[in-house]
T-cell receptor, first 110, second 118 residues
Framework: QKEVEQNSGPLSVPEGAIASLNCTYSDRVSQSFFWYRQYSGKSPELIMSIYSNGDKEDGRFTAQLNKASQYVSLLIRDSQPSDSATYLCAVSYNFNKFYFGSGTKLNVKP | DTGVSQDPRHKITKRGQNVTFRCDPISEHNRLYWYRQTLGQGPEFLTYFQNEAQLEKSRLLSDRFSAERPKGSFSTLEIQRTEQGDSAMYLC????????????????FGPGTRLTVL
């Protein structure tokens, strides 16, 4: 079993819609959770980090964490074609080692 | 540009040759990570340093791989006797671990070195 599981997609949404990306993790002691965006041929860039149960909002992005269910999600409101990329979920314990999922490819159609 | 640089950006080598990659982190960052990423997969953790100390190394990392960070600044990753399965993007990331809480320890990735083993 992989440490971090993501649906590979592609997830297709129309421009202006809400995109919902999901991630589950296996290590119950994981403490820190991250969402990265990766454009084709580029390196990952951090979008959001979340450490406590609940929601965290940053602009059009909302990260949701449920430690009891070992579940992390990312909502992108008002999706734009420029949001089309692969979204990577990462978890870590004590920032010593980061486990990444395989990523979900998002396509936002104009 | 995150401020993390990697050199070279691309490397083509023949099977059996040794290769070395360099990563220059953001100057004040004390942590440095190496990852490997293949097509369709997320980055796979290889190893990390806090200052010059290598604190953890993936069990998946064979003894052909070695990494150093001699002065706690730049780091090198060497692969000896390369194999075709080593073909991948090698990513470096750095962060500042100031012990002040999780919000400080954000990783910034370099552009990566793409290795092709023929």
């Amino acid at each position: 079993q992989k440490e971090v599981e993501q649906n590979s997609g592609p997830l297709s949404v129309p421009e202006g819609a809400i995109a919902s990306l999901n991630c589950t993790y296996s290590d119950r002691v994981s403490q820190s959770f991250f969402w990265y965006r990766q454009y084709s041929g580029k390196s990952p860039e951090l979008i959001m980090s979340i450490y406590s149960n609940g929601d965290k909002e940053d602009g059009r992005f909302t990260a949701q964490l449920n430690k009891a269910s070992q579940y992390v999600s990312l909502l992108i409101r008002d999706s734009q074609p420029s949001d089309s990329a692969t979204y990577l979920c990462a978890v870590s314990y004590n920032f010593n080692k980061f486990y990444f999922g395989s990523g979900t490819k998002l396509n936002v159609k104009p | 540009d995150t401020g993390v640089s990697q050199d070279p950006r691309h490397k083509i080598t023949k099977r059996g040759q040794n290769v070395t990659f360099r990563c220059d982190p953001i100057s004040e960052h004390n942590r440095l990570y190496w990852y490997r990423q293949t097509l369709g997969q997320g980055p796979e953790f290889l190893t990390y340093f806090q200052n010059e100390a290598q604190l953890e190394k993936s069990r998946l990392l064979s003894d052909r791989f070695s990494a150093e960070r001699p002065k706690g600044s730049f780091s090198t990753l060497e692969i000896q006797r390369t194999e075709q399965g080593d073909s991948a993007m090698y990513l470096c990331a750095s962060s500042l671990n100031a012990g002040g809480g999780p919000s400080i320890d954000t990783q910034y990735f370099g552009p990566g070195t793409r290795l092709t083993v023929l």
